[in-house]
T-cell receptor
Framework: DAKTTQPPSMDCAEGRAANLPCNHSTISGNEYVYWYRQIHSQGPQYIIHGLKNNETNEMASLIITEDRKSSTLILPHATLRDTAVYYCIVRVGQGGSEKLVFGKGTKLTVNP | NAGVTQTPKFQVLKTGQSMTLQCAQDMNHEYMSWYRQDPGMGLRLIHYSVGAGITDQGEVPNGYNVSRSTTEDFPLRLLSAAPSQTSVYFC?????????????FGPGTRLTVL
């Protein structure tokens, strides 16, 4: 699996957009970008995934660069409840989901 | 659906004791996994299963055993607990089919080994 690099921490004001970057320069053509988050000490929660096109769901948007070497998770209107550790994971999409590799992620703090 | 359930929520063991962490899911998922999370770290994969009767080792399998006799249950056994196994343990499941296979995580078991 391709290695990912994320900043260890970020801050965001409540109501503003939170943009979380992820570098995955060694990603291969059949690897997807997944985002999970972990609020306090709970189990991680799936947010969104993408292959090469930008994706949006009710939680967030995922922007993947054309060369696929980096991506950005966007929380459009961050709330205090979005304070969490966000993990960017690169993994082959067809199967293999039982073996996610988590790095240290980005600790996002949303401030009032 | 209850989703992924784990018992117990908290456990304290003495060095050398054995115990089983329970994990169950009611979503008929094929894939199940066990992770551990040490303070300030990401999750590390211990063991996983792609279906009943099939298990395999993850990144940190030493000191742990698993079995998968049913689709619903995936218990994790600590054979002889050591202080290095003090951690939070998460169980997860995923459908095993389709493009993405989102993983669903349980609430965790917080284990302290004295």
């Amino acid at each position: 699996d391709a290695k990912t690099t994320q900043p260890p921490s970020m801050d965001c004001a409540e109501g503003r957009a939170a943009n979380l970057p992820c570098n995955h320069s060694t990603i291969s053509g059949n690897e997807y970008v997944y985002w999970y988050r972990q609020i306090h000490s709970q189990g991680p929660q799936y947010i969104i995934h993408g292959l090469k096109n930008n994706e949006t769901n009710e939680m967030a948007s995922l922007i993947i660069t054309e060369d696929r070497k980096s991506s950005t998770l966007i929380l459009p209107h961050a709330t205090l409840r979005d304070t969490a550790v966000y993990y960017c994971i690169v993994r082959v999409g067809q199967g293999g989901s039982e073996k996610l590799v988590f790095g240290k992620g980005t600790k996002l703090t949303v401030n009032p | 659906n209850a989703g992924v359930t784990q018992t117990p929520k908290f456990q304290v063991l003495k060095t050398g004791q054995s115990m089983t962490l329970q994990c169950a899911q009611d979503m008929n998922h094929e894939y199940m996994s066990w992770y551990r999370q040490d303070p300030g770290m990401g999750l590390r994969l211990i063991h996983y299963s792609v279906g009943a009767g099939i298990t395999d080792q993850g990144e940190v399998p030493n000191g742990y055993n698993v079995s998968r006799s049913t689709t619903e249950d995936f218990p994790l056994r600590l054979l002889s607990a050591a202080p290095s196994q003090t951690s939070v343990y998460f169980c997860a499941s995923s459908p095993g089919q389709g493009e993405v296979n989102e993983q669903f995580f349980g609430p965790g078991t917080r284990l302290t080994v004295l």
